[in-house]
Nanobody, 118 residues
Framework: QVQLVESGGGLVQTGGSLRLSCAAS???????????YRWYRQAPGKQREVVAT???????NFADSVKGRFTISRDNAKNTVYLQMNSLKPEDTAVYYC?????????WGQGTQVTVSS
């Protein structure tokens, strides 16, 4: 099994930046099998949506609403995935979750709250 711990959320003003971290621990075999790294978010009363995707080969994809403002990256040595969020807007307020997808397995973090004040 793999455990994911997110951190870096908090309260920030409009236009500010935050960097979320998602540290993975547990089965090294499972961690090494991960092919997709994703960040999701869920705002109150809304469905969970994917905002950023990173494939182990390096390709990335972003939701239209965050393109040009968010970046996703990982540090293999630290088994950590990051979400750099710049130019934050009030509509970015949500609980952010990291997700690691391996063949036949899906791992989720507990979520971290991001609140952007206007």
């Amino acid at each position: 099994q793999v455990q994911l711990v997110e951190s870096g959320g908090g309260l920030v003003q409009t236009g500010g930046s935050l960097r979320l971290s998602c540290a993975a621990s547990g089965s090294i075999l499972s961690i090494n099998a991960v092919a997709w790294y994703r960040w999701y978010r869920q705002a109150p009363g809304k469905q969970r949506e994917v905002v950023a995707t990173l494939h182990k080969g390096g390709s990335t994809n972003f939701a239209d609403s965050v393109k040009g403002r968010f970046t996703i990256s990982r540090d293999n040595a630290k088994n950590t995935v990051y979400l750099q969020m710049n130019s934050l807007k009030p509509e970015d307020t949500a609980v952010y979750y990291c997700n690691l997808e391996a063949p036949y397995k899906n791992f989720w973090g507990q979520g971290t709250q991001v609140t952007v004040s206007s």
